[in-house]
């Protein structure tokens, strides 16, 4: 049964030793914010109605993306204080852009450099028109 004999065999794998006298190492700080982050920041600014699980859901639905990465993804921006809880009306979490993630939206986001990612994940055009129309809007408040 030569086969199957490849089953049986075990990977030699090298032992892991932790030395107690030496320190923990450091951690990394956290990743960068990826472009659907920066999209869900971008959205929650500019629609704050749109900052609760079933909106963002709804929002995204049209997309190639599964509404369970974007709601992963919103708690990835809430563990790094991008985005902090707000007022819950009627038993619904809403989620706000906190200062930081306000700062860091206006240093990172670009709506030129985001339209490509929108067309990869919503090739209709839907969210990258709103995009357009939200950068014209900054533009003339300004």
Do not use: C
């Not at 320190?23 to 609760?52: D, M, S, T």
């Not at 852009?97 to 490509?116: D, Q, R, V, W």
């Amino acid at each position: 049964m030569k086969l199957f004999s490849f089953w049986r065999r075990q990977p030699k794998v090298a032992p892991v030793v932790i030395d107690p006298s030496k320190p923990a190492p450091i951690a990394e700080e956290r990743p960068p914010v990826v472009p659907l982050q920066l999209l869900i920041l971008q959205v929650v600014q500019a629609f704050p109605n749109r900052g609760e699980d079933r909106a963002l859901r709804r929002f995204f639905e049209k997309t190639s993306i599964d509404a369970a990465r974007v709601l992963q993804s919103r708690n990835q921006l809430v563990e790094n204080g991008l985005l902090q809880q707000g007022v819950v009306k009627q038993g619904v979490q809403y989620f706000v852009l906190s200062e930081k993630g306000g700062t860091y939206l206006e240093e990172h986001y670009k709506p030129e450099a985001m339209i490509a990612y929108v067309l990869e994940i919503e090739p209709k055009g839907f969210i990258a028109t709103l995009l357009r129309n939200i950068a014209e809007k900054s533009q003339q408040e300004s």
